[in-house]
Structures are given as C-alpha cells and as structure tokens.
C-alpha cells in the first residue's frame, strides 16, 4: 500500500460531496480537489521538485492553499507551512535553515522574499493568494495535467516541518512523517465521531497544526467538509455556525464569542461538537459556555511535535479543566523529571509520550533530538501534569519557558535577543501574566542605559517580530531580579505583574 499521507486521507470520499466551501469562491468537491491538488503536483515537479525537497509556504490563509498543501503530499515534497505574520527577517531565517527548493509566498510580497531566496540561493520563488486561482503558481497550475499518480511513500518519509520556535535561539523544525499524521488523523476520527455528515467552521490559521493537521485532516479522513473563513471574525462565525456541526477553537474564539450577546443556545442549536486546544481552556469559561449554549467543551492537548495526544471523550463525561485521556495507540505516562521514574496517580510530573503520531525528530539537529528523546523512545513534552484517579489528565504548567497568547507560542528568549539588540536596551526579561482575553499577555521589563520609551521600543520590535510575540506591555526598571546564580527570576516578575492585565486595568470589551 502506498503510505503518501494524501492517499491515505483522499482516496476514499465521494467525489461528487464537498470539501470546502468558502464565501465568494463556492463549493469545491473531492473530485475537484483531487483534479486540482493533481495541478499543483505537476506544476511543483515541472519547477523540479524531487521527493524529499522542502516546498516553503507563506500564503493567506485559502481553501486553495490547502489544495497545495494536498498537492506537496502527492508530489513527496515535505511541506514547510510559515506563519503569514512572519517578517521578512523571519522568513530569511527559516529560509535558511529549511533550504527549501521552492518558496511559495503572497504576490503582495514576492520582491522581498525573492530577494531572500536569492541571497540563499533558493530555485524557485513562486505566488499564490488575493482572487481565485491567483499567482504565479496558481497559474502555472492552470496550465497542468489534472491527473497525477501520487509518489509512492513510506510511513517513515517526511511529510511536513512545522517550526516551533526555539527556547534558544530561533527556529526548530518538528519534522513529522506521512505515517504520524496519517495515525493521528484516523485516531482522531474515531474519537470525535467524525462522519461524511459532519461540516466543520474553521477559523484557525493553516500554518499550525491545529488549523492544519488536525481541523483539515481528520475532515479529509472522515470524506467531511470544511467551511473555511479567512480568519477568526465573530461576526462571520456567529452568520455560519447555524450551517456548522463541529467548531474548533483555541479558548481565546470562546472568551471573545462568549461577549457577544447573539451565542446562545439557539445559534449553536446544529453544532454537535465544539473542540478547544492548543492553550488551556479555563473551567469558569467552560461552564459559561455550557450555560449559554447548552454545549461541554471537549477539551484536547497537543503539539506540533506530536500532533494530538489526550482528548476528552465525545460519548463520555468531559472534565473541565483536564484535557482527557491519551488517544488510543499513544502512550502516556507522567514521570520524575530528573530520574524519569514513573509518579503515582495525582503526581505531577514531566509528561512523556511515545507512539505513531510522536514525531521523529527536529530537523538538522541531532544534538536536541537526542536531548529531548528518553532512551526507550519517549518523547519529553516539557509540559508538566498528573494523572486523575479516572486516566484523565490535568496540565499544570510548562516546564519550557513557553508563552502562550491566543493560542499562539512565544518562546520569552527570541523577543529578549530582539529587545537587546535595540539601541539603549541593557537586558531585557519577558515573560507571560494572565490576560483576560488572550490567555497569556506577553510582557517585558527593559533596563535602559538612555531615556528610551515603550513606544519608540515597540516600533523597533515590530519591524523583527510577529505582532503576536511583541510585549503588550513594555515596563522599565533600574535593574532586573536575579538568584544568587544570577539567574533572572522571572517567577518574582510573573508575581509582581500577576494583576497587570486583569479587568481593573483592561476594558472588558475587546478589540480584536
Ligand atoms: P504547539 O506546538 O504550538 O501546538 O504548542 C504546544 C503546547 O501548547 C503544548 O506543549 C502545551 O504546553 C500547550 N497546550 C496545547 N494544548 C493544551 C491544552 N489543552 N491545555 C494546556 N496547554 C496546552
């Protein structure tokens, strides 16, 4: 049998029943995306793509760039999503370190980012995005054969990189194969009883896995459909939901959903499942989506480097504030972080996970591969939890140094080494205090050598960084806290800042 993730995913639904449907671009069926994802096959082997080269992909968010997504599976290229968010300084980064051999990117920025791919000697720099069937490659692809035999693939070959940033220094890329996300995808259509039936509303970006490997490929396995908005909107979910069974959501879609009046019971009345991850949803926003609209969150836990490993259960009881039990064929156990020993039940401890779904490493580096491995094959989460007397499990903290803002990582390390290298700035802590909306609100102390101001600082950082990873809140300070070792405690500044954000300080409604 042929592993090509695409295969295992695509070759089953009824041509004739929808995939995607997405406003102003109507309805595109299985048959549809098969004879397109066939195009943007062809197209990447016409530029020379070989299996096993890395195809670079910063596109808007589109049904269309699924299709190529679907096409990179066929062809045996492994597919590099990248945030759309990401700099120019950013994307010459992940550039370089993936040397991919084609750069997919949006028309609007196709200068800058040949620029990079010429600078880094990358073959292709290639469009996609704005109307229909719009860019460089989509054209090319019009032109294609709509036929294409997928590459023949081993479970073990690469599928995707996706790049969680690097407590140290800046990228690493989880490199997962066709037989981990093929694992996941069916493990999870059978535990949230996805059917032909089911329409999902999907508002997550397509760059993380998520929007992506889990929203798109549990819909593809189970021959469902996707209505795809180009983002999270409330306006636009609370126009579709009625259309919608099943919403995925990280808690930051709930909390801003729950300030609007029209979610109630009556909106979510067709919706049969809301799921939330990738951040942990509060037990008090829970219960307040259960009162107002009659639904139980089910809650599940992932991350890129394992695609999802626990979930509450669809026909069981969902515990707020547990992520469930691990999915069936994935192994969990919580354990001693210095010794590996197992903990009793209610312990908390390292989490540690092994089975089909975890991945096989980060790419080009062995080193952190190794260090992150235990030697019977575990795979050390950095998350720290403990086990309920039921199986189910509770996360309690990160022992990574790991921000999470809306659902969206921010490694404290990569926005000190931009904060440091801005004239003035001395040293720098960042660090994540509860927000109200966003879960965690990244938030910086500076201390400064001349009179410099949190705006001026600010703008500085925008020009390097992702708006998601720039501090919503820039303090100044005489000098940092530090521990006999010197080590910044940023535990004293977690505490000292713990209110800086709660709703004394912050207006309740919410601009997104
Ligand atoms: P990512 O690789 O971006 O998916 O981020 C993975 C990290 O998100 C995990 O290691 C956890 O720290 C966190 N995470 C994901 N889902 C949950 C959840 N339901 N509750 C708490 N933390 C979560």
């Known amino acids: 049998m042929n592993g090509n993730l695409y295969e295992r995913l695509c070759a089953h639904a009824d041509p004739e029943s929808a995939f995607a449907r997405q406003a102003g671009r109507g309805v595109i069926t299985y048959a549809a995306l098969r004879a397109r994802s066939a195009q943007y096959a062809n197209a990447l082997l016409d530029l020379g793509v070989k299996p096993g080269d890395r195809v670079l992909v910063q596109a808007e968010k589109s049904a269309e760039a699924i299709l190529l997504y679907l096409g990179c599976l066929r062809c045996g290229a492994v597919y590099v999503p990248l945030n759309p968010a990401y700099t120019i300084a950013e994307v010459e980064h ?110 997550l970006p397509l760059f993380h896995i998520h929007g992506l490997f889990v929203a798109v490929n549990v819909t593809l396995a189970a021959g469902a459909s996707l209505l795809v908005l180009p983002g999270f909107d409330v306006d636009a979910i609370v126009q579709n939901l009625p259309a919608a069974s099943v919403y995925m959501g990280v808690p930051t879609h709930y909390l801003r959903l729950l300030q609007d009046r029209r979610v109630d019971h009556e909106l979510a009345a067709q919706v049969r499942l809301f799921v939330s991850g990738s951040a942990p949803l509060l037990p008090e926003t829970h219960a307040e989506w259960l009162s107002r609209t009659g639904h139980s969150i089910l809650e599940r836990y992932g991350m890129s480097e394992t695609g999802i490993i626990a979930s509450n259960p669809c026909g069981g009881e969902r515990v707020a504030g547990t992520v469930g039990q691990p999915l069936p064929g994935v192994s969990v156990r919580v354990v001693d972080p210095d010794s590996g020993a197992p903990l009793p039940t209610g312990h908390p401890g390292m989490i540690e996970v092994k089975g089909p779904n975890v991945f096989v490493g980060y790419w080009r580096m062995p080193d952190r591969t190794r260090a992150e491995f235990r030697a019977d094959g ?99 300070a005489a000098e940092l806290p530090r521990n006999a070792m010197g080590k910044v405690q940023k535990s004293v500044l977690r505490g000292q800042y713990a209110q800086l954000y709660q709703p004394a300080h912050v207006p309740r409604s919410v601009q997104s």
């Not at 000697?121 to 997928?150: I, Q």
């Not at 499990?393 to 290298?421: C, H, M, Q, W």
């Not at 925008?462 to 501090?471: D, I, S, T, V, W």
């Open 378 to 476: 575990y795979f050390v989460t950095g998350d720290v939890g403990a086990f309920d007397a039921r199986g189910y499990l509770r996360i309690v903290g990160r022992s990574k140094d790991l921000i999470i803002t809306g659902g969206f990582n921010v490694y404290p390390r990569e926005v000190e080494a931009e904060l440091e290298a801005i004239a003035g700035v001395l040293e720098s802590a960042v660090f994540g205090v509860p927000h109200p909306d966003f879960g965690e609100g990244v938030t910086a102390v500076v201390v400064a050598c001349s009179a410099l101001g949190a705006d001026a600082v600010l703008a500085q950082l925008k020009q390097r960084l992702a708006g998601y990873k720039c501090p919503k809140r820039i303090l100044f």
């Open 94 to 203: 992940y550039v370089g370190d993936a040397q991919p051999r084609v750069i997919v990117c949006s028309p609007g920025r196709v200068a800058a980012v040949l620029a990079v791919g010429q600078r880094l000697g990358v073959e292709h720099v290639v469009t996609l995005g704005g109307a229909e069937h719009a860019g460089s490659l989509a054209e090319r692809a019009d032109h294609c054969d709509a036929n294409c035999p997928s590459a023949e693939c081993d479970a073990a070959d690469l599928a995707a990189i996706i790049y969680t940033s690097g407590t140290t220094g800046r990228a690493k890329g989880a490199m997962l194969t066709h037989g981990n996300l093929a694992a996941n995808a069916y493990a999870l259509k059978a535990c949230w009883r996805f059917t032909p039936q089911d329409l999902l509303l999907h508002a």
